[in-house]
């Protein structure tokens, strides 16, 4: 199972519609309490994860999931509006699997990047 985090609604239904279409098992969440939540509860193969959200940002939420057991192993790719040099280094630092800027990544990327954890989520 794939879990996108991200807190706008639109962006969330979109990216669950082009997983389902690729055959893969989505859950969304809005909150990245809700992703750890749910990360730690029934460990998803694959989290997409949003950097900008009002309660705990996306970096924050990365720093969570390395620390717990339940979670650490868990691939994470951030998808995030903001080209900040700053966030991407500190996402590197926390060990995210791929990050990728929302106005400049391809969706075809994307989805390679996705199928590289494919034996996982089989």
């Known amino acids: 199972m794939i879990l ?4 706008h609604a ?14 893969y098992a989505v859950e ?26 009002p309660d705990m940002n996306g970096l924050q939420v990365l720093k969570e999931l390395r620390t717990q057991p339940q979670s650490s192993d868990i691939p994470v790719i951030m998808l995030t509006g903001s080209s900040d040099r700053n966030h991407i280094q500190e ?3 926390l ?19 996705i199928k590289t954890y494919a034996d996982k989520l089989a």
Do not use: W
């Not at 809700?34 to 900008?52: N, S």
């Open 10 to 23: 639109d962006t969330r239904r979109m990216m669950c519609r082009l997983l389902q279409r690729e055959g």
């Open 4 to 7: 996108v985090v991200d807190d």
């Open 28 to 53: 969304s969440v809005e909150s990245g309490m809700d992703a750890i939540h749910v990360a730690q509860e029934r460990h998803p193969d694959l989290i997409l994860l949003d950097l900008m959200m």
């Open 91 to 93: 996402a590197k630092q």
């Open 95 to 113: 060990h995210v699997n791929a990050f990728y800027t929302k106005a400049h990544f391809r969706m075809n990327d994307l989805l390679a990047q």
